[in-house]
């Protein structure tokens, strides 16, 4: 998909500023115009999937071009091989690491009461929904992020800027965070409604969700591990523990409203995967030293 360089130029930090500040702008004018395309196709009565589809087809239409372009006018290391063996790995990693952690939450919270679970759906219909909606996740949010965030800004900010990685991660989260922000301003100077509610619930869930995902991109040094876990958080969100109108795997009742999203999306799939991402780092870097 993109190919590493034949040639390197000489690492300049204007370069870094450069590149950091082109791809946050790629990846926030991409999501702002794939809203504005999505809101143009409702107005047009439009099945969702439809909306969701040409969304996805804007923004991976605007972002992979242009980050194409950055990664060639500064002569970048190639931030995403070719899809192979070893990257179907990791992208299977990836997604099967959240899909691990959502499911021990799931049994946690069974066996203490605070969720129980009353019916099981596995269906066809289940399943091709889940297949349609993962792949419009992967091209909608998951590469476009991935490649823009945690791909050129924190290689812009590490290898170009030289910042240390504590700098490098929290400017990146911080990036992160302005995105939403910044398409919910644009959203509303043109006289939409914004997509998000920018709460400090959410503010924080950002924050914690942008580390994870940086982290995990560290450890196996691949961001398809990194698009793995972000679209099975996607699709175990939509179909497992909040799946509002969708084709859901299974029913349950929650001791208290909102108790299964805050305890194992949250506390379980973001907060607990952060905290194994961030020993697994440290016991990597630690061996390394130590060799």
């Known amino acids: 998909m993109i190919i590493s360089p034949t040639h390197v130029t000489q690492k300049r930090p204007h370069h870094g500023m450069a590149i950091i500040g082109m791809s946050w702008l790629t ?21 969702e999937w ?20 950055i990664r060639r006018r500064f002569h970048m290391k190639s931030i995403l091989l070719p899809l192979s063996g070893k990257g179907i790995i990791q992208l299977l990693s990836g997604a099967l690491f959240a ?13 203490n009461g605070w969720v129980i679970i009353t019916e099981w759906h596995f269906s066809a219909e289940f399943l091709i929904a889940v297949i349609i909606n993962s ?13 823009s965030l945690r791909g050129m800004v924190y290689d812009g900010l590490r290898s170009r800027l030289r910042f240390p990685v504590v700098f490098a991660y ?6 992160f965070l302005l995105v939403p ?3 919910s301003l644009l959203q509303k100077l043109v006289g939409m409604d914004a997509g998000n509610q920018i709460t400090p619930e959410y503010i924080i869930l950002l924050l914690t969700y942008g580390i ?3 982290l995990l991109r560290s450890l196996t040094q691949s961001l398809w591990a990194s698009i793995g876990f972000h679209v099975a958080y996607l699709e175990v969100a939509r179909f497992v523990v909040i799946p509002d109108d969708r084709p ?13 999203e805050i305890f194992i999306l949250y506390m379980m799939t973001v907060f607990v995967g952060a905290i194994i991402l961030a020993l697994l780092n440290s016991w990597r870097w630690w061996s390394i030293h130590q060799s």
Do not use: K, W
């Open 27 to 47: 990846m926030t004018l991409g999501l702002f115009f794939a809203t504005l395309a999505g809101e143009f196709t409702r107005i047009m009565d439009a099945a």
């Open 50 to 69: 439809m909306i969701h589809l040409i969304q996805a087809i804007v923004m991976i239409s605007i972002v992979l071009p242009a980050l194409f372009f």
């Open 99 to 111: 899909t691990c952690l959502t499911f021990i939450g799931l049994a946690i919270a069974n066996m």
């Open 135 to 147: 792949c419009i996740a992967f091209l909608y949010e998951a590469l476009p992020e991935e490649l």
């Open 170 to 175: 929290v400017s990146q989260v911080i990036l």
């Open 181 to 183: 922000l910044s398409v």
């Open 212 to 214: 994870t995902l940086q």
């Open 248 to 260: 859901a795997l299974l029913s349950y009742t929650e001791q208290d409203h909102g108790l299964a």
